[in-house]
């Protein structure tokens, strides 16, 4: 099995470069890589309502990405880099005490999708882009309160059995969105199959609406929440390049 995985590979290895090589060809790259960014939305709207729920503030500096992405240079098409991407980040507030309780809250953001961009070589190692990303994800306010002698299980079945109350609470407020994330970046090819990607543009959203975990629709929600926010990145990549 491990050798026929190996067979398998080299040829496509091979049926790739020849592809690549071929005259009709001007540019073919297959890549794919991790990467790590600085995502900075607008939070303050949230803050206040946190605020207001006796929860402390989350950093309005921004937050740590991580995600994953594929591309390719199409060939015969000049400089056209198609691909996919996906990426998030998680905010987490400070946990602060009332009287005997404990509050908290996340805000959760999820995002994947399709990515187009347009390729300048600049020289043999660096190359220019400007495209955009298209795409959808999540956008998720996760509030708790926990009372300290919460977490016993015939307690928690108790209260579900006896049509109880509980002064532990937990709520996911959560935002589906689209997206268009203008992009321009500078990529540089440190080795034959070695390519790092600093990214940085800003991103445009378009909401369905908020909902909770039961999938209620909220109403009277503050109308300027959303996912936009400026965000940069650089990526780590490994594939085939023939520049």
Do not use: C
């Amino acid at each position: 099995m491990n050798k026929s995985k190996i067979v398998i590979t080299f040829l496509i290895w091979i049926l790739l470069s020849q592809i690549a090589n071929a005259q009709f060809v001007s540019r073919f790259s297959i890549f794919g890589g991790f990467t790590a960014g600085w995502y900075i939305p607008d939070i303050s709207t949230i803050n206040t309502e946190l605020n207001k729920a006796g929860i402390p503030s989350l950093n309005t500096d921004g937050a740590v990405t991580l995600g994953g992405h594929g591309y390719l240079d199409v060939p015969k098409v000049t400089g056209l880099r198609l691909g996919y991407m996906g990426t998030g980040f998680t905010l987490n507030s400070n946990q602060v005490s009332s009287g005997n309780l404990k509050k908290k809250a996340s805000l959760v953001y999820r995002m994947g999708g399709l990515s187009a961009e347009y390729v300048s070589l600049l020289g043999k190692y660096f190359d220019f882009t400007f495209g955009s990303n298209f795409g959808m994800g999540s956008y998720t306010v996760k509030l708790f309160q926990i009372d300290p002698n919460y977490g016993n299980w015939n307690t928690v079945f108790g209260e579900i059995g006896s049509n109880g109350s509980s002064q532990t609470i937990s709520r996911n407020l959560r935002q589906t969105f689209y997206t268009i994330q203008p992009k321009v970046g500078i990529g540089f090819q440190a080795k034959s199959f070695l390519y790092f990607k600093f990214n940085t543009g800003y991103s445009f959203t378009f909401d369905s609406g908020w909902e909770d975990e039961n999938g209620i629709e909220l109403t009277n929600v503050p109308g300027n929440i959303k996912a936009d926010g400026f965000f940069t990145d650089l990526s780590v990549n490994l594939g085939l390049f023939f520049r």
